[in-house]
Nanobody
Framework: VQLQASGGGLVQAGGSLRLSCAASGNIFSINTMGWYRQAPGKQRELVAAIPSIGSTNYADSVKGRFTISRDNARNTVYLQMNSLKPEDTAVYYC?????????WGQGTQVTVSS
């Protein structure tokens, strides 16, 4: 299984970015995809997750600003990030939990300037 993320970049505070992550390989139809982030000097944290069946889950810090969605036919997960803040600056990693195994994408940098 491989995950290919894209869409990071530099944006001013209040702006928007959309991240995408496409999964390929032997992927079971029942799985959970998500996004984590890691800021310098901090631990990696969950941003949002979306199962193939069930409800989405968001970190409190992004609720109301970020929206996670997925295209099951394309095994792709998206993260729409609006009203970005400098504290959202981090490397964002997509994540797939599939048949009890966790996979990670390569990470994409998001930088929000004040």
């Amino acid at each position: 299984v491989q995950l290919q993320a894209s869409g990071g970049g530099l944006v001013q505070a209040g702006g928007s970015l959309r991240l995408s992550c496409a999964a390929s390989g032997n992927i079971f139809s029942i799985n959970t995809m998500g996004w984590y982030r890691q800021a310098p000097g901090k631990q990696r944290e969950l941003v949002a997750a979306i199962p193939s069946i069930g409800s989405t889950n968001y970190a409190d810090s992004v609720k109301g600003r970020f929206t996670i969605s997925r295209d099951n036919a394309r095994n792709t997960v998206y993260l729409q990030m609006n009203s970005l803040k400098p504290e959202d600056t981090a490397v964002y990693y997509c994540n797939l939990r599939n048949r009890g195994v966790t996979y990670w994408g390569q990470g994409t940098q998001v930088t929000v300037s004040s």
